[in-house]
Nanobody, 127 residues
Framework: VQLQASGGGLVQAGGSLRLPCAAS??????????MAWFRQTPWTEREFVAW????????SYAESVKGRFTISRDIAKNAVSLQMNSLRPEDTAVYYC???????????????????WGRGTLVTVSS
């Protein structure tokens, strides 16, 4: 399974970015994978940002992004996206998409849950 995240860049505080992540090389149907976004800076460990269930029917967010970020998935395109609004300088990080083959509807913020990771895309928010 390959995950390709894109859409990162430089944006001013208060602005928006959308990060798409395309999945390929899937052994099983894309709809059997829960998807998530994490982020990491040079000074912090990788942290959970958002999760969406295999069906797309349930989502979960870190408290720091709740109400500003939205995760969604397009099963027909084998893709997941993270819409980020009202960006803040503290959102600056490399963002990674991740996949886990599971039919659980329980949100998982644990890194160890995810079997597949993309390379990451850098988001920089200027003040």
């Amino acid at each position: 399974v390959q995950l390709q995240a894109s859409g990162g860049g430089l944006v001013q505080a208060g602005g928006s970015l959308r990060l798409p992540c395309a999945a390929s090389g899937l052994t099983f149907s894309f709809s059997s994978y829960a998807m998530a976004w994490f982020r990491q800076t040079p000074w912090t460990e990788r942290e959970f940002v958002a999760w969406i269930s295999w069906s797309g029917g349930r989502t979960s967010y870190a408290e720091s992004v709740k109400g500003r970020f939205t995760i969604s998935r397009d099963i027909a395109k084998n893709a997941v996206s993270l819409q980020m609004n009202s960006l803040r300088p503290e959102d600056t990080a490399v963002y990674y998409c991740a996949a886990a083959r599971t039919f659980s509807d329980r949100a998982s913020p644990e890194i160890t849950t995810y079997n597949y990771w993309g390379r990451g895309t850098l988001v920089t928010v200027s003040s």
